[in-house]
């Protein structure tokens, strides 16, 4: 049983930067695509990221192209996801996951595809 477990949030200001990391146990992570989403307070849970198990394929939002770049190191069973230029709008509660079995890659930013999330890292960007 694959579980998830995020880490790396924090409190940072406006225009700087962290590295948020999933890591797996329980399962190896090669065997997984992963996304990352993302959950403000009072909105819905939103994609940021996504990478397929080899790292062939990669996908950002409008909102965090350009800015974002999600990585894996299959050795160390752990995605990443590098933040840089964070803005307040990009404080919420950061997620990774992976999909249900027969996923389709083009579906990564619906949520609904995923099965397996991690318990969150929350993630405040100040003014």
């Known amino acids: 049983q694959l579980q998830l477990v995020e880490a790396g949030g924090g409190l940072v200001q406006s225009g700087g930067s962290l590295r948020l990391s999933c890591a797996a146990s329980?399962?190896?992570?090669?065997?997984?695509?992963i996304g990352w989403f993302r959950q403000a307070p009072g909105k819905e849970r939103e994609a940021v990221s996504f990478?397929?198990?080899?790292?062939?394929?990669?996908g950002y939002t409008d909102a965090s192209t350009g800015r974002f770049t999600i990585s894996r190191d299959n050795a160390q069973n752990t995605v990443y996801l590098q933040m840089n230029s964070l803005k307040p709008e990009d404080t919420a509660v950061y997620y990774c996951?992976?999909?249900?079995?027969?996923?389709?890659?083009?579906?990564?930013?619906?949520?609904?595809?995923?099965?397996?999330w991690g318990q969150g890292t929350q993630v405040t960007v100040s003014s």
């Open positions: 329980g399962s190896t992570i090669r065997n997984y695509d």
């Open positions: 996951a992976a999909p249900r079995a027969n996923f389709e890659e083009d579906s990564w930013a619906q949520a609904q595809y995923y099965e397996s």
């Open positions: 990478i397929t198990k080899t790292g062939a394929r990669v």
